[in-house]
């Protein structure tokens, strides 16, 4: 059974520090998707990795792929409150998306 | 291009009765997928329709849940029944076809049992 965890599943942060979210999944596979959800919304795609060594930024995250090492990573550089949110990794190789559990993250001036 | 349609946006329903949740996907998207989402934690996969075909209900339970994708109109998630521990977030996400690049997600149905 396919499996996605991720770590850590709460993360306070403070306002201007850095920080990444861990996502390791449990088959072999090249398409890794990162979501985020505002309480009470849908969620808003942020990047498609779609081969090893991908890289994407967007603003304060950046988020990469080791499909050797099966593991996805999102981190966030310098930390503002706008980017509280709840963020879910997503293994989509058997045709639909697989998420975590979601980290939750809370940035505090 | 409107984006994909769920609704109701909230229903309330008392143990016994019947719910049904309304997708309808983005133009030209012709695949549906259904999540659940629990308080606090992540989406479950349900199932996976196509226009008039379950591709994959691996994550449907058994009894008292169905989905369905007709031609026309929208697909129906139907909560048969409903009980307690059905109240959840309930999402639906759709995509141009089966090899797709990224999911579209609804706003979602939450559905409170009374």
């Known amino acids: 059974e396919l499996k996605v965890e991720q770590n850590p599943l709460f993360l306070s942060m403070q306002e201007g520090k850095n920080y990444t979210i861990y996502c390791n999944y449990s088959?072999?596979?090249?398409?890794l998707y990162w979501y985020r959800q505002d309480p009470g919304k849908s969620l808003e795609s942020l990047f498609v990795?779609?081969?090893?060594?991908a890289v994407k930024q967007e603003g304060r995250l950046m988020a990469s792929l080791d499909t050797k090492a099966r593991l996805s990573t999102l981190h966030i550089t310098a930390a503002v409150h706008d980017l509280s949110a709840t963020y879910f990794c997503?293994?989509?190789?058997?045709?639909?998306?697989?998420f975590g559990k979601g980290t939750k993250l809370s940035v505090k001036p | 291009n409107a984006g994909v349609m769920q609704n109701p946006r909230h229903l309330v329903r008392r143990r016994g009765q019947e719910a049904r949740l309304r997708c309808s996907p983005m133009?030209?998207?012709?695949?549906v997928y259904w999540y659940r989402q629990l308080p606090e934690e992540g989406l479950k996969f349900m199932v996976y329709?196509?226009?008039?075909?379950?591709?994959?209900e691996s994550g449907m339970p058994k009894e008292r849940f169905s989905a369905e994708f007709p031609k026309e109109g929208p697909s129906i998630l139907r909560i048969q029944q409903v009980v307690r521990g059905d109240s959840a977030a309930y999402f639906c996400?759709?995509?141009?076809?089966?090899?797709?690049?990224?999911?579209?997600f609804g706003s979602g149905t939450q559905l409170s049992v009374l």
């Open positions: 996400a759709s995509s141009p076809s089966g090899m797709w690049e990224k999911l579209f």
């Open positions: 088959t072999t596979s090249d398409r």
């Open positions: 990795l779609l081969s090893n060594g």
């Open positions: 997503g293994e989509g190789s058997q045709g639909n998306l697989i």
């Open positions: 133009k030209g998207h012709s695949h």
């Open positions: 329709l196509q226009k008039e075909n379950i591709i994959d």
